[in-house]
């Protein structure tokens, strides 16, 4: 009741200030109707009980039907009157005028009807407070519009529809309605204009085309034209003490990385060398880089830390330290960001000013993060991250789908997890393992031996010797099994993490050293014959060093496989990939014999593969691309050519020339041919490639089998699926040069597509860029494949990527 009294006062006040009739009329209305309650209500407050509060109201005394009936009525006269406010917040303001608002509230409150409690007194006064807010907005707006038809702008201020700006009529709409749900609105200047919105939407933000009117020598925003400052070359360093400075102390997983990179540090130094006699004298633009830690910073929690000495997992410590240390030494300006108040520093957001987005341009060429530093940008970044997102790289351990990604297909379709429906471009994503073809690999390094420490190792190792993969004592539960037909032939060693006791659920016969420091455990791989895996965990860097120092890596095969739809482990992950074995990068990428894959519920087999490991000999091995040089090589390639801030358009053979021919001229012959001794179709030489990366001269155009997904058809040619190719067969000249019959080509949001179905000779391309992917496949459908071909050692690249 005091509310809405102050809030009648403060009307009056204005009424007798400007003598507005409209502003009289509301007025009257809100101090007719507290009068009238107060009226109602009259002789209530002498009916209590001895005891009760004052402002404990009774309603069983003599009238009380009455009161509450004017009661509800007067509630539901507000109420009406509200709801007609918002539609009238939401008119166009050139055709809203003084009197149609006032028919419109006449008409309103001509429509209340009776019935109520008394009960509802509090929510009927913050009522007349609201409709007292709603309407100042409203005399606000028809200010700010009169003074726009003085100024001449309201014919500029026409919501434009310009297909490169599709959404910006939606925005509108929305702003229109809800611009008063968010401070930053009018932190930024809107006032509820439709030219206060459209300079918002396309300085603040990026939906709509910049307004041709606009003084652009005010602040600068993501359309203003200003001078960028001179590309600088980056320079190779091998100097690693900034970089050590700059990762910081006081948690031990900090002290982790640091040790990690001090003890590959000479190895990073020698790669740099090698890649650098490789470009020779290439120009490389150094970038502007930030990374942010997310899964490590006090805001997401950060249990990783807590447990590095405890046996928890390291395997996104190595990477992160890997990937810190490529940056550095490819010669770009990087900033390290630990924790949300370091984040902000570098970004620039003023304290204290909430999700309100940043104006002007990114302080950045690129950021590397992770969900958690995703989800800890958006909130203090706010809404620019959606015009920043194309400088954003997610670290990303099992890899996200592009149905996954695409959020409103994901709640649709059922994809939608608490990862995931970002709306970036797949490739964003990268991974530990090239799993996933529609995100890129970004990986880690495994330590390097020189030929001479090869030959050591060969000499001094054991045969009977094992060393099994499980730090955590839980890992170990239910193996007893297989872990006695290993003891009837080796001698086993594990690294166990305790404290005081030996964890009992390690058998009596294993030799436990305990949790190892990192060069110490180099040194028991290098005497061991055998790594062996219990299933878990999956995809981690371990195997691989065991690999690189000599030893055999026995790991169970998954039947069925693990995923999403059977596994708790990886329910809720932005992927549907199926996982065969415990470490499938091992088992598809290097295989025998080096590594083994057996189902371990079968004894016989179990046997039979422990005596063929004894009877092998191997040498030390590690694939190129998880060397310092492969992963440099990798990470500058990503760095010097993918932009996915640049507009990718759709492609369209007809627009494209030969070689040779008049300037524009309309193509005639096909746009893909044959390949020699393949299957697969190739960009036609006489066609000219446009600019793209991976160079077009990469592509391999196959079909799959029904049900077949592009990860699995490119595979079994011997290629990897390329998405980045996607665009350019995604067209009706693809399907003729395959020769595929269609009755009807249409164009759809489907993350299967462009595909088609061969009995009812349908045919679908894809309409959304976000959608295509690798990874999508239908038992009903073939789908057109953008395979590649790549380099020896490097999946990652095409042969003439670099």
């Not at 001090?262 to 990374?291: C, E, F, M, S, Y």
């Not at 890992?475 to 006791?501: P, S």
């Not at 459908?781 to 690249?797: I, K």
Request: hydrophobic residues 35%.
């Amino acid at each position: 009741m005091i509310t809405g009294r102050i809030d009648g006062k403060i009307m009056v006040r204005r009424c007798l200030v400007t003598f507005k009739p409209f502003r009289i009329f509301v007025v009257g209305i809100g101090f007719f109707s507290l009068c009238f309650l107060m009226t109602s209500l009259g002789g209530q407050f002498s009916a209590k009980r001895l005891g009760d509060s004052p402002f404990t109201i009774r309603t069983e005394v003599l009238g009380g039907v009455e009161s509450r009936g004017v009661l509800r009525k007067i509630s539901d006269m507000l109420e009406v009157i509200l709801k007609r406010m918002d539609s009238l917040s939401k008119l166009d303001n050139t055709s809203s005028t003084d009197a149609k608002r006032l028919d419109e509230l006449s008409s309103a409150i001509n429509r209340f009807q009776p019935a109520g409690l008394v009960e509802r007194i509090q929510a009927i006064a913050q009522n007349v407070s609201n409709m007292a807010i709603r309407v100042e907005q409203i005399l606000q707006n028809s200010m700010v519009q009169g003074r726009a038809v003085r100024d001449g702008t309201s014919s500029q201020c026409e919501v434009p529809r310009e297909p490169r700006y599709p959404e910006c009529p939606g925005k509108v709409d929305w702003m229109r309605a809800r611009w008063t749900s968010d401070p930053c609105y009018a932190f930024y200047g809107v006032d509820g204009s439709d030219c206060s919105f459209l300079i918002y939407l396309s300085e603040v933000e990026w939906f709509c085309p910049p307004l041709a009117w606009r003084n652009h020598s005010s602040p600068p925003t993501q359309h203003t034209h200003q001078s960028k400052p001179p590309k600088r070359q980056a320079a190779f360093r091998t100097d690693l003490s900034v970089l050590l400075d700059q990762v910081g102390t006081g948690k031990e997983s900090l002290s982790f990385m640091k040790r990690r990179i001090r003890r590959l540090a000479q190895q990073w130094a020698t790669a740099a060398n090698r890649l650098d006699a490789k470009l020779g004298q290439r120009w490389r633009d150094q970038k502007k880089i930030l990374v942010h830690v997310g899964f490590l910073t006090e805001e997401s929690g950060d249990v990783f830390s807590p447990k590095v000495l405890k046996g928890g997992p390291l395997g996104e410590m190595v990477q992160w330290a890997d990937i810190l240390t490529a940056l550095h030494v490819l010669g770009h300006n990087l900033k390290i960001s630990m924790s949300v108040k370091e984040l902000q520093g570098f970004l620039g957001v003023p304290p204290g000013r909430g999700s309100c987005p940043l104006t002007g341009p990114l302080p950045f060429d690129l950021i590397y993060t992770d969900y958690h530093g995703l989800q800890q940008m958006k909130q203090h970044m706010g809404l620019s991250l959606k015009k920043h997102k194309c400088h954003i790289r997610v670290i990303d351990t099992f890899g996200t789908e592009p149905a996954y990604n695409h959020e409103e297909y994901a709640t649709l379709h059922g994809y939608r997890t608490n990862w995931g429906y970002w709306n970036l471009n797949a490739r964003q994503y990268m991974t530990m393992f090239p799993h996933t073809p529609d995100n890129s690999f970004m990986g880690f390094v495994s330590e390097e031996l020189n030929e001479t420490e090869k030959r050591i190792i060969q000499q001094n190792k054991v045969n009977n010797m094992a060393v099994v993969y499980g730090k955590e004592a839980s890992m170990w539960k239910g193996k007893e099994g297989f872990l006695e037909i290993l003891h009837r032939y080796m001698e086993v060693h594990g690294t166990v993490y305790y404290e005081t006791q030996r964890p009992p659920e390690v058998p009596a016969f294993v030799k436990n050293h305990g949790l190892l420091p990192q060069h110490e455990l180099q040194q028991l791989l290098r005497k061991a014959k055998l790594f062996i895996g219990f299933g878990f965990p999956y995809e981690g860097p371990a195997p691989l060093e065991a690999i690189a120092n000599g030893c055999i890596f026995l790991q169970p095969k998954f039947n069925p496989p693990h995923s999403s739809l059977n596994h708790e482990f990886f329910r809720g992950k932005p992927t549907s990939r199926e996982v065969f074995s415990q470490h499938p990068y091992a088992e598809q990428y290097i295989g025998r014999p080096h590594v083994m894959t057996v189902d371990y519920n079968n004894s016989l087999e179990f046997d039979t593969a422990i005596k063929e490991i004894m009877r092998t000999k191997v040498e030390p091995y590690l694939p190129y691309e998880y060397t310092c040089e492969g992963m440099l090589e990798r990470v500058h390639a990503y760095i010097q050519n993918q932009d996915f801030c640049a507009l990718e358009p759709s492609f369209i053979g007809a627009n494209l020339s030969r070689q040779g021919s008049a300037g524009g001229n309309r193509m005639t012959g096909p746009l893909f041919v044959a390949l020699p001794n393949s299957t697969a179709l190739g960009w036609a030489s006489n066609v000219t490639a446009p600019n793209a990366w991976p160079p077009l001269s990469s592509l391999r155009l196959l079909v799959s089998q029904e049900g077949q997904s592009c990860v699995d058809a490119c595979h079994s040619t011997g290629f990897i699926c390329e998405p980045a190719h996607f665009r350019f067969i995604n067209n009706k000249e693809a399907l003729r040069g395959l020769e595929v019959q269609c009755e009807v080509v249409d164009s759809e949001i489907n993350h299967i597509l462009p595909a088609f179905s061969v009995t009812r000779r349908e045919c679908g391309l894809q309409r959304d860029p976000l959608l295509f992917s690798c990874a999508g496949h239908s038992p009903k459908y073939r789908r057109l494949c953008p395979c590649r071909d790549f380099r020896h050692g490097q999946v990652a690249l095409c042969r003439d990527c670099l």
